[in-house]
């Protein structure tokens, strides 16, 4: 059965990075890991969708290793506008989206 | 453009109540989710379609249904409300399998009392 695990929550400053890993066993080996910001009482938003290696956008690096069983979200330089909900989602092997727990981040003058 | 919107933003059921979660998106978008979220906890896929007159169960289907007739509306319906479906409900589009980019709508908060 497939599973996506992240830490509950994790601390931080303004101005430093925040790497938050999602590990995900028995996703399927053919699709994307998508990650989502959500803010209290909002939907969530896209920030960066990988397969494999390392993708950069304006906001947000992911770091997928080859095996594919975790994957890390990395903010640069966060400020205390990032304080949020942070999800990675992944497809199963039977093609059904599952969205990790979340991971609260919290970020501090 | 719009992007998606939901109706009602909040709404009270009674136990055994039924009633309709709206969804709209205008971006054309063929595939749209469901999804529930509990107090604190993450997101689980209700249903989703992958276009106009096909729908699939996700993760928590149970007490749900839904119809997909045209490929801008995708409505959720509780048949017999009961308290454990008081969560929030989000609905969701993307443009297809090679996207994961997901537009979600501002949330239906339905209580079940």
């Known amino acids: 059965l497939a599973k996506t695990t992240q830490p509950i929550s994790m601390d931080s400053y303004e101005g430093q990075e925040v790497n938050i890993t999602c590990s995900h066993n028995?996703?399927?080996?053919?699709?994307?890991i998508t990650w989502y910001q959500q803010f209290p009482s909002q939907g969530p938003r896209f920030i960066i969708q990988?397969?494999?290696t390392k993708v950069t956008n304006e906001v947000a690096s992911l770091f997928i290793p080859a095996d594919r069983k975790s994957s890390t979200l990395s903010l640069p330089r966060v400020s205390l506008s990032d304080t949020a909900v942070y999800y990675c989602l992944a497809y199963n092997q039977g093609g059904k989206l599952i969205f990790g727990q979340g991971t609260e981040l919290s970020v501090k003058p | 453009n719009a992007g998606v919107t939901q109706t009602p933003k909040f709404r009270i059921l009674k136990i055994g109540q039924s009633m309709t979660l709206q969804c709209t998106q205008d971006?054309?978008?063929?595939?749209m989710y469901w999804y529930r979220q509990d107090p604190g906890m993450g997101l689980k896929l209700i249903y989703y379609?992958?276009?106009?007159?096909?729908?699939d169960k996700g993760e928590v289907p149970n007490g749900y249904n839904v119809s997909r007739s045209t490929t801008e509306d995708f409505p959720l319906r509780l048949e017999l409300a009961a308290p454990s479906q008081t969560s929030v409900y989000f609905c969701?589009?993307?443009?297809?399998?090679?996207?994961?980019?997901?537009?979600f709508g501002p949330g239906t908060r339905l209580t079940v009392t």
């Open positions: 971006m054309n978008h063929n595939y």
């Open positions: 969701a589009s993307s443009t297809g399998t090679d996207n994961h980019e997901q537009y």
């Open positions: 990988g397969y494999k």
């Open positions: 028995n996703i399927a080996t053919n699709d994307y």
């Open positions: 379609s992958v276009g106009a007159g096909i729908t």
